[in-house]
């Protein structure tokens, strides 16, 4: 299975972005599909989930009304629309699939590339 995360940019403070991330093949281990972020010099954080069958978010309170998760299930595509950008957005993000919420939060199974998104002030 191969995670293809893609969408970064530069943009400045409070503009906005999509990331998008193409699952080549679904298991029963990808029930939950995720976003994490690096921000240089700084170590991966969690930053929001979905689970593909019920559309049910998880996320973290610094994104919460700015971040929406969204997903195609007949794309096999997970999606992050981030909106009133901050500079502390920036890093690479990165997308991660795995069986729960839990432990995609602890230690996902599938992991993508990352796409770096740049946040101007």
């Known amino acids: 299975v191969q995670l293809q995360a893609s969408g970064g940019g530069l943009v400045q403070a409070g503009g906005s972005l999509r990331l998008s991330c193409v699952a080549s093949?679904?298991?029963?281990?990808?029930?939950?599909m995720g976003w994490f972020r690096q921000a240089p010099g700084k170590e991966r954080e969690f930053v929001g989930a979905?689970?593909?069958?019920?559309?049910?978010?998880d996320g973290v309170d610094s994104v919460k009304g700015r971040f929406t998760l969204s997903r195609d299930n007949f794309k096999n595509t997970m999606y992050l629309d981030m909106n009133r950008l901050q500079p502390e957005d920036t890093g690479v993000y990165y997308c991660?699939?795995?069986?729960?919420?839990?432990?995609?939060?602890?230690?996902?199974?599938?992991w993508g590339q990352g796409t770096l998104v740049t946040v101007s002030s």
């Open positions: 979905i689970d593909w069958t019920s559309s049910v978010t």
């Open positions: 093949a679904r298991t029963l281990e990808m029930d939950v």
């Open positions: 991660a699939a795995h069986r729960s919420f839990e432990s995609i939060r602890g230690a996902p199974k599938y």
